[in-house]
Nanobody, 121 residues
Framework: VQLQAFGGGLVQPGGSLRLSCVASGSIFSINAMGWYRQAPGKEREFVAAISMGGGSITYANNVKGRFTISRDNAKNMGYLQMNSLKPEDTAVYYC???????????????WGQGTQVTVSS
């Protein structure tokens, strides 16, 4: 499974960004995907996860209500809509995948390259 994330950039506090992730390869081996992030000097942390059909969605407490995870299985795409961004959201964001969604929340096997998100005025 190969994952490629894109859509990061520089945004002002309070702004929005949408990250995208495209999956390719042996995608039949996975049914859930998610997002992690790593800020400078900090450990990598879980952000959000979504099951194959979208029936199970989980968010980290510090993004709940501001971020929305979604997916388009027909296009093998995943998305992370980020609103009301704060400087503390600045990090490299990684797209991940695995099965089942409980594994995505804790220790996913498949990681894409990161995309930088910088929230600054």
């Amino acid at each position: 499974v190969q994952l490629q994330a894109f859509g990061g950039g520089l945004v002002q506090p309070g702004g929005s960004l949408r990250l995208s992730c495209v999956a390719s390869g042996s995608i039949f081996s996975i049914n859930a995907m998610g997002w992690y992030r790593q800020a400078p000097g900090k450990e990598r942390e879980f952000v959000a996860a979504i099951s194959m059909g979208g029936g199970s969605i989980t968010y980290a407490n510090n993004v709940k209500g501001r971020f929305t995870i979604s997916r388009d299985n027909a296009k093998n795409m995943g998305y992370l809509q980020m609103n009301s961004l704060k400087p503390e959201d600045t990090a490299v964001y990684y797209c991940v995948a695995d099965s089942p969604v409980t594994v995505v929340r804790t220790s996913p096997a498949y990681w894409g390259q990161g995309t930088q998100v910088t929230v600054s005025s």
